[in-house]
Every structure is written in C-alpha cells, then in structure tokens.
C-alpha cells in the first residue's frame, strides 16, 4: 500500500531546458508535499513544499504545481543545469501527524546532460 | 553550522551481531526520525521521537530498538541483524508542526549497514 508514488524512476534533460517529475499520492487527507533532492552518499535536503490549500508555489528555478482533484503534484525545474542531477522525492504529511512525520515517494533520478 | 551527524557512515555487522547506529544534532529539534532505505525505494519510517514520546511505526520489525537519552541524541539498535536488513539508515529532525505551519526535516548523511 504505497500512498506516495513516483513512477518515473529516471529522467534525462539536456541542460537549459525544463525538467518534471511527477508525484501521485492516494491519500485525501495529506496537507502537505514536499520535495527532496538527494545526492550520492549525502541525505536529503529540503527543497520545496506546498501545502494543500495552495495550487502552486515558487523558488527561483523550483515550482511545484499541486492538482488535488487529480491527487497530482510535479516539479519543474527550469532552466536545468548539471548540478540538479540527483535523486528527487516527493514527499507527504497528514494532519493526524502532530509531529509531521512524512511519507516518502520512491524517487526520480535526474539526469542533466551539459 | 547547525546539522545533523550520523555515525559511523558505514558500518559492517556480522549476521545476528547486535549493531547500534548514532545521530546528533545541534539544531534543538524536538522531533527525531529514523528511516530505513534499500536502494532504489522510498525511504521508510522505522519510528520517531516527539521529545521523550516515542512513535513505533505498525510495521516496523521488533528487531529495531531506539534510544534517546537527551535532545542532541538518538541511537537505533539492531539487536540481531539479518541480511535483510542492510540498507542505508536516515537519520532526520525537525520541529513539530504546529496550527497553520509545517517545517521541513532535515536528515543527516545516512550510515550504511552491511550484514555479513
């Protein structure tokens, strides 16, 4: 029972243009997405997030668009550039969470060719 | 710079050794998490603490113990380790949400575990 799915295990853009990556979840009541990228050998670190109220948020180059009625998210990353090849989750919290534990997606490997 | 701090990054265990896994973190976080991840899939919540309160995830295999004796440290114990339990360990904190606001976690390098 995987309520956060990403089904694209790997992604490969030429550097400059768009990169998505796609997030499907199952669950209604998840308030918050959150998207992590990873390097090898690294942890994750935070990238962005959105909560459910909202359809779209932005960070520079980052903008995760949220379609609840599809329960949908995707990442744009725009312009590409080498340093964003990694892994990308996805990533959700529920409100009967008090301490916003998360519920990870399986990840995309990016890959932005020079 | 204010992180969090795993160790060792790879540790090697011989089949049904105990092996204990350490995080710390300078960030006062009141909310510690340990992930479990096998290449190539999701991260998986083992379990987390709130403070003192400890949160045993439903699935989480009694094999895995954890400790918190203070704010700045966590360990994971696995009290006889199978083959199927190598996988790197993730280490995360971050603080609890409150009404209207949700804050991020922040994970440490992760420790790989082998099973011999």
């Known amino acids: 029972d995987q309520q956060v799915k990403q089904n694209s295990p790997s992604l490969s853009v030429q550097e400059g243009r768009i990169s998505i990556l796609n997030c499907d979840y199952t669950n209604s009541m998840f308030d918050y997405f959150l998207w992590y990228k990873k390097y090898p050998a690294e942890g994750p670190t935070f990238l962005i997030s959105?909560?459910?109220?909202?359809d779209k948020n932005e960070d520079g180059r980052f903008t995760v668009f949220l379609n609840k009625s599809a329960k949908h998210l995707s990442l744009h990353i725009v312009p590409s550039q080498p340093g964003d090849s990694a892994v990308y989750f996805c990533?959700?919290?529920?409100?009967?969470?008090?301490?916003?534990?998360?519920?990870f997606g399986q990840g995309t490997t990016l890959q932005v060719k020079p | 710079d204010a992180m969090v701090i795993q160790n060792p990054r790879y540790q090697v265990t011989q089949f049904g050794k105990p092996v204990t896994l350490s995080c710390s973190q300078t960030l006062n976080h009141n909310v510690m998490y340990w992930y479990q991840q096998k290449s190539s899939q999701a991260p998986k919540l083992l379990f987390h603490?709130?403070?003192?309160?400890?949160?045993n995830e439903a699935d989480t295999p009694d094999n895995f113990q954890s400790r918190r004796p203070n704010t700045s440290f966590c360990f994971l114990d696995i009290r006889s380790p199978g083959l199927g339990d190598a996988a790197m360990y993730l280490c995360?904190?971050?603080?609890?949400?409150?009404?209207?606001?949700?804050?991020?976690?922040?994970f440490g390098p992760g420790t790989r575990l082998t099973v011999t």
């Open positions: 603490y709130y403070d003192k309160d400890f949160n």
């Open positions: 995360a904190t971050s603080t609890p949400r409150l009404a209207g606001r949700f804050y991020e976690q922040y």
């Open positions: 959105i909560s459910s109220i909202k």
């Open positions: 990533a959700a919290s529920a409100p009967s969470s008090n301490t916003g534990k998360l519920i």
